[in-house]
């Protein structure tokens, strides 16, 4: 059971990327988990939107583990090209389909949805915090080094949208290697 | 009768801002545009996407007037901050709650909705355009003003996903002074 509930939240949040939140509904999650239709409800009585908060948690935790782990080495440009390879990936396996299921619930939810636009929140906060804490391990400033996290999230976010618009990897390749300068530019002589 | 289907587009570009696609239904655009029912079908006849498409244009017309008249005295940096705080002000007057209808566009229209798909892709490059044309007007080369174009564009897109995230407008604000710093480096001396 609990590895069905795993596999239901899973595909919300492959649906969130691809679809939307609109398109993540409980029937395309069970189509696309090929769960029982009984266990949906077993695992999530409230309904949708507690899978889709639960989709949106997962993605959190595991984008801020992939970030820390892009950053062990201390390099923080290093850090910043494998943060940009994982969505060139995702984009390229999705054949430019797959974005990212916390921009579908920010851009999607409604005022009427409080909890799944804090949950996206909190998801963006732990991914900037995971940036932040690097580029702060390199030397830069508290301050800096949020602002810095703030435009690479923005940015790299922007850009997997672009890039579903464009249908190509361009834009994302294009914002790295801006970015690339910016990072050069703003850490201390020595590092990166 | 002009003057409803204009009133309708306007609509539908706020409503696609605040609701995304999924919320722009004719039901929708009726009750905020005051239209009367009949006359949605008069000047949509194809539909619902038929009104999007037309939303999502007047927004590339539009956008790319205003990033033209914040570039029209040849700072780049000045253009910059016109561009940004047009996004803020929108931010701000919606209470965190209006997006960018392209961006609705491309997160939530499906493989099957190709038409939408590629008028947001049209409106995207109207506004690359017009960012890419103040830069080398500044004396950038094509591929330089090009990167940038994309860089700024998607940046401050991503930022205002973030402030409806967090209910703030502190992102956009972060990402334009590390946009400014991007930009001072880039010019030639003495532009900018």
């Known amino acids: ?55 949106v948690r997962a993605a959190g935790v595991v984008g801020s583990q992939m970030i820390a782990a892009g950053s062990a080495d201390g390099d923080p440009v290093a ?3 494998s943060f940009i390879r994982l969505w060139g990936h995702g984009l390229e396996a999705s054949d430019y389909e797959a974005g990212c299921p ?11 949805e409080p909890a799944l636009r804090a949950a996206a929140a909190e998801a963006f906060a732990a991914w900037h915090e995971a940036l932040a804490a690097g580029l702060r391990e390199a030397g830069l400033s508290r301050a800096r080094a949020r602002r810095l996290a ?9 850009a997997v949208i672009l890039c579903r618009a464009e249908h190509s990897g361009q834009p994302l390749k294009d914002v790295g290697a801006e970015l690339e300068l910016l990072l050069h530019a703003a850490l201390p002589a020595g590092a990166g």
Chains 1, 2 share one sequence.
């Open 150 to 158: 703030t435009t690479i999230l923005a940015a790299v976010e922007g």
């Open 102 to 112: 916390l921009v579908a619930v920010t851009t999607a939810a409604s005022a009427e």
């Open 1 to 55: 059971m609990a590895a069905a509930r795993e596999r239901m939240i899973q595909s919300a949040g492959t649906l969130l990327r691809e679809r939307g939140l609109a398109g993540t509904s409980f029937r395309e999650v069970l189509a696309h988990s090929g769960a029982p239709r009984g266990s949906i409800y077993h695992h999530f009585p409230d309904g949708k939107n507690q899978l889709v908060e639960e989709a």
């Open 79 to 81: 850090a910043l090209r």
